[in-house]
């Protein structure tokens, strides 16, 4: 059974870097046609996607978060990370990873990581 965790700071002054990592287990993040998935929710409103990962290490950003976001992997750590600069407070989400087999399917998720942009 593949399982995701997020892990990384829950509070992040604005204007500086955003950090998560999620740690893939019972699964290879380099399996092919795989496809992992960085997925922000804020409080009382629907899923926002903000890009993704390959098996083949490709990326793809959501349009308007492309500017602030780079998703990056540790193959070796089985492991792939979100970094997304200069945050608001409307950065103020709860952040899910996930992943699937196939570019828009989702097969699994993290329990998620709640972030507070604040100073």
């Known amino acids: 059974q593949v399982q995701l965790q997020e892990s990384g700071p829950g509070l992040v002054k604005p204007s500086q870097t955003l950090s998560l990592t999620c740690t893939v287990s019972?699964?290879?993040?380099?399996?092919?046609?795989?496809?992992w998935h960085w997925i922000r929710q804020p409080p009382g409103r629907g899923l926002e996607w903000i890009g993704d990962?390959?098996?083949?290490?490709?990326?793809y950003y959501n349009p308007p978060l492309r500017s602030r976001t780079s998703i990056s992997r540790d193959a070796s750590k089985n492991q792939f990370t979100l970094q997304l600069s200069s945050v608001a407070s409307e950065d103020t989400e709860m952040y899910y990873c996930?992943?699937?087999?196939?570019?828009?399917?989702?097969?699994?998720w993290g329990q998620g990581s709640r972030v507070t942009v604040s100073s």
């Open positions: 996930a992943g699937g087999s196939g570019i828009w399917c989702i097969n699994y």
């Open positions: 019972g699964g290879s993040i380099t399996t092919d046609y795989y496809y």
């Open positions: 990962i390959n098996y083949s290490d490709g990326t």
